[in-house]
C-alpha cells in the first residue's frame, strides 16, 4: 500500500471537478528520483529555497571535508544525505506547499498512485458544499440525478477508462 497526502491550493475553485483537478497527492514513501538526483529534484517540483538550502548545505560540507584532507569521506557523507533525503522528500514537498498556503485535506492510502487518487475523489467529491450556478460540461442522466452524482460518475468513467480528471503539480 502507498500512502498519499492530499494538497488543496489557496485559491480552490468553487466547481467540485475544477478544484479536483487542482489537488496534489505527494507520495509519502521512498523517492528514488529524489535520492539519486536531489537538486534537479527540487527544481522540477519547484522547492527554491530547499534547492538555495541543499545546495549551499552540501557545498559547505564537501569544501570543508576536502579541504580538510578528507574527500572520501566527503562522498560517503553526501551519499548519505542523498539517500536520507529520498526518505524526507516526500515530507518536504508537503511543508513546501503548506509554506506557500496550500492546504492538507486528507490521507489516502492504495495499491497504487491512481487507486489512492480513485478512492480519495470518490469520498471527497460527495462532501464538496460549493455547487456551481450551471451544470456545465456534466450531462445529468435523469431529472432525479444530483448535480454531485453525475459529476463522480463522470470522474469514475474517466478513471475506468485509463484518463486522468486531473493533474499533479
Known sequence: MVIFNVHEPPNVSANRLESAEQLVFVK???AWLAALVPPLWLLWKRMWLEFAIYVGGTGLLVWLLVSAGAPDTSNALLLI???VFGFEAGA???ASLERRGWRLVGTVSGRNAEDAERRFLEAWLPTRTEI???VGAVELASPRET???A???QAKDALARGRRVWSKA
Do not use: F, K, N, R
Open 132 to 134: 456551481p450556478q450551471t
Open 28 to 30: 509519502d514513501g521512498y
Open 147 to 149: 448535480w454531485a452524482e
Open 92 to 94: 518536504l514537498y508537503s
Open 151 to 153: 459529476a463522480l460518475a
Open 81 to 83: 544525505v542523498q539517500i
